[in-house]
């Protein structure tokens, strides 16, 4: 019986000293940045190879979490470099002018279990619109996703607006794999 009480007092310090980390440091290397979108009706995916995230997550204060994401748009990769020069071009993301889309997140809250939904302001060619993300986190790394309407950010102009050839729907994947410090008291 006492073995049993010393377990669970073991238990309960574990679960008390899981909750008092914050999870700081993001890991680019082992982190992803991708993205998924039809052209002519068949799916195509991408990724960016170039982006810097900070973060401030700790489950237990939600109202102080905190992240932003800065990816480098010339940093395209899909599949293709003439399609990747396009991309970066000024039809597209016009890099040379707007080299950085940004995210900042306005807010976490939690949905139930290891869920979460984060909130924020995505920035891209100057344009700033509010993105909700559904995301999951394993005590490694975040997983989530959210949908953009590349028209309303001014991606893809001229020829390009034309939604029969690329639609105005990609999807953004991320995973974040990060690291955990004590939490500041």
């Known amino acids: 019986m006492k073995l049993a009480k010393f377990a669970l ?3 309960l310090l574990n679960a008390c000293a899981a909750q008092a980390v914050e999870y700081n440091q993001v890991i680019p290397a082992k982190s992803a940045l991708t993205f998924g979108y039809r052209q002519m009706g068949v799916a195509m995916e991408g990724k960016f ?10 489950p237990a204060k939600l109202a102080s979490a ?28 016009n890099a040379k002018a707007y080299p950085l889309a940004s995210f900042v997140s306005t ?5 139930g279990g290891n869920r979460y939904q984060a909130t924020g302001k995505l920035t891209i060619k100057g344009k700033t619109l509010e993105v909700t993300a559904p995301v999951t986190f394993d005590g490694r790394a975040f997983d989530g996703s959210f949908t953009i309407k590349r028209l309303a950010y001014g991606i893809g102009t001229d020829e390009w607006a034309d939604l029969g050839t690329v639609a105005d729907e990609i999807q953004i994947k991320f995973h974040l794999v990060v690291l955990a410090s004590p939490a500041k008291k």
């Open 66 to 93: 905190r992240a932003s994401i800065d990816v480098n748009l010339a940093s395209i990769d899909t599949g293709s470099t003439d399609a990747d020069e396009e991309v970066a071009g000024k039809k597209w993301f």
């Open 49 to 58: 190879s170039k982006f810097a995230a900070q973060l401030v997550f700790d």
């Open 107 to 111: 807010g976490v809250k939690s949905i």
């Open 9 to 11: 007092l073991g238990l």
